[in-house]
């Protein structure tokens, strides 16, 4: 059996159906193994960093493990952006990349190249990657393939990329195996299961004296079995939830107990203020509590609360929040295993029959949400906001909504109100501009239903040529480009920061924007240009149109995202300010 073939047909036995890349040369008898099996579809993008993202919301949409390859040299290159992204943002994908002949090799130490195309991308992807590995011999082949799917779906998971030299790919496999036990092959993860009795107990000693507990949520929930477990467990107890943003995809905007998304930047105010000042005890699952979720000055965080923490990655937990790891307990497990003890033990009686609590708690939350998001909605500069609001309701029916990073990226977090399983995608982590429009795409062949995209005008021209894949593969997506004719969120910071010298961010000033519909249509896709004063009027009947469209908003150049945390403030305490005596309030509950 030919190598190539093996691993195509062990990819379709393990469910990856859908395969995304850009031909060349070094990949060509991978991409023919790809075309050639009747499970599998060969996707082409225009930009191998299409791909690699396509891969990473084909998974972030579909909970699963994805796939994506690319030709050696300036493709396996052009890939690693989105390796990166999958890395950061724990998402399973196996990537492919090809490699020049084994033989060619020179074998000669310092030797800047062996030849043409040739990377040393093993190197170059070993600091994103779970694993990654150059295939030598064709019989390498059966063990490492099952050991690289294992690693990418189990633990933290996360992208592994197999270098597939020419010769190896047109090699034959004698005996292939596509089930196979790889325990023995690599050191387990490090999680200790004993750590998820441990942890469930600890959860239950303090809520049995905390009045104001809070769950904080994140991507490390990442299966619905367990993101509606802690949910059921949210609602028995009556605990405020509030999110980070990659996890705000599993939390309904309807929920009554939906308090937010946690952000020591761009949060929401009640988040915040919840969060920082308000709470007794913080029970974080799968949250990293990084310095974008809490804030640079990261002992300042909560410092009157408990802080409990879940995650399956202990690098993760070797930060200290607390100064000294004070009223902090850790435990290196994995969030369902925990969350399922949780629910089990609330099913059979034995926790927390009598939980003692401020029976106002949730009373006190919804007051300081009701306050702090009329405060907002009072606020001229975020108009922004009222539109991606708008645009939600044309959108509800989206199987998945792509957000890109900018300005955009926070208006949608902040207000875009997620319909129940609707999928919102960022890119997290890595915040990788460009990476709405293929992501799209990708998560319409994870769901095979009508998609969306929100992007910038700087995001979206990251990765503009992927509008030619839409067009050929008939893909039903709705493009919205939020044209301000500027990188407005470094625009905002020129603006505090560098006297107003938007060096790089707008018209004039080394950076401008093209007419988005017309390039539309120019790929053979329908496009139209409104001002966003007209989004209520006109953006819900063209976004109601089958097919694929692009809708270009233009906006007023100097957009702001409030409210924005300014350096040295705690993190509820956001610009533009909230008038004293109702901030003085809302604390004093």
Request: charged residues 20%; proline residues 4%; negative net charge.
């Amino acid at each position: 059996m030919k190598l190539t073939d093996y691993i195509v047909e062990f990819l379709a036995r393990k469910g990856i159906h859908d395969i995304f890349g850009y031909q060349g040369t070094m990949i060509a008898h991978f991409v023919d193994s790809v075309e050639k099996n009747p499970k599998t579809a060969n996707h082409s993008c225009y930009n191998e960093q299409g791909a690699s993202f396509a891969a990473c919301g084909y998974a972030q949409a579909s909970g699963g493990c994805a796939c994506a390859y690319a030709t050696s040299g300036p493709g396996a290159v052009n890939l690693l952006s989105g390796v990166a992204d999958a890395y950061f943002d724990s998402l399973p994908v196996i990537f492919f990349t090809g490699q020049l002949n084994t033989y060619e090799y020179a074998g000669i130490p310092g030797l800047r190249q062996q030849g043409f195309q040739e990377i040393d991308i093993i190197s170059m992807a070993k600091p994103v990657t779970k694993y990654c590995v150059q295939i030598r011999e064709p019989e390498e082949i059966v063990a490492e393939l099952n050991k690289a799917y294992h690693i990418a779906n189990t633990g933290r998971k996360g992208p592994v990329l197999i270098d597939l030299p020419m010769n190896i790919q047109r090699s034959e496999v004698v005996h292939p195996v596509y089930e196979m036990n790889v325990d023995n092959l690599f050191p387990k993860e490090c999680h200790d299961v004993e750590n998820t009795g441990k942890a469930a107990a600890a959860i239950e000693e303090a809520l049995g004296r905390a009045r104001r507990p809070v769950i904080l949520m994140g991507h490390g929930v990442d299966s619905r079995e367990s993101q509606e477990g802690l949910l059921r467990f949210a609602e028995k107890y009556q605990i405020p939830i509030i999110t980070s943003v990659l996890a705000k995809t599993a939390v309904s905007c309807n929920l009554p107990l939906n308090f937010g998304c946690l952000g020591g930047a761009y949060g929401h105010r009640y988040a915040n203020m919840i969060a920082n000042a308000k709470s007794d005890l913080l029970l974080c699952f799968g949250i990293s509590l990084g310095t974008r979720q809490i804030g640079v000055k990261v002992h300042e965080f909560a410092k009157n609360a408990e802080i409990i923490r879940i995650d399956i990655d202990p690098y993760n937990l070797r930060r200290d929040i607390h100064e000294n790891g004070t009223k902090e307990q850790k435990f290196c497990a994995n969030t369902a295993d925990v969350i399922k003890e949780l629910c089990d033990g609330f099913s059979d009686g034995k926790i927390l029959a009598q939980p003692k609590r401020d029976e106002s708690w949730v009373s006190v939350c919804r007051t300081i949400k009701e306050k702090l998001h009329s405060v907002d909605n009072s606020t001229p500069e975020r108009y922004p906001n009222r539109i991606v609001e708008a645009l939600g309701e044309c959108l509800k029916d989206a199987f998945a909504i792509a957000v890109d990073v900018g300005q955009h990226m926070v208006w949608c977090y902040q207000s875009l109100k997620n319909a129940e399983g609707q999928k919102l995608l960022f890119s997290g982590g890595h915040g990788a501009m460009g990476y709405a429009l293929p992501a799209a795409i990708g998560a319409y062949y994870a769901g095979k239903k009508p998609v969306a995209c929100i992007c910038g005008d700087g995001a979206f021209q990251m990765n503009i040529q992927e509008l030619q894949w839409v067009r050929r593969e008939n893909i039903p997506i709705k493009m919205i480009v939020m044209n301000n004719g500027a990188l407005g969120m470094i625009r905002h910071l020129q603006k505090d920061y560098f006297d107003c010298l938007f060096a790089g961010t707008t018209e004039g000033c080394g950076f401008s924007s093209c007419d988005f519909h017309q390039v539309a249509k120019a790929y053979g896709i329908e496009g139209k240009r409104i001002s966003w004063e007209e989004t209520e009027e006109k953006a819900p009947g063209f976004l109601a149109r089958e097919g694929a469209g692009l809708l270009e908003i233009v906006m007023e150049q100097g957009t702001f995202a409030y409210p924005k945390t300014c350096l040295g403030e705690p993190i509820h305490n956001q610009q533009p300010y909230v008038p004293r005596d109702v901030y003085e309030v809302l604390l004093a509950l």
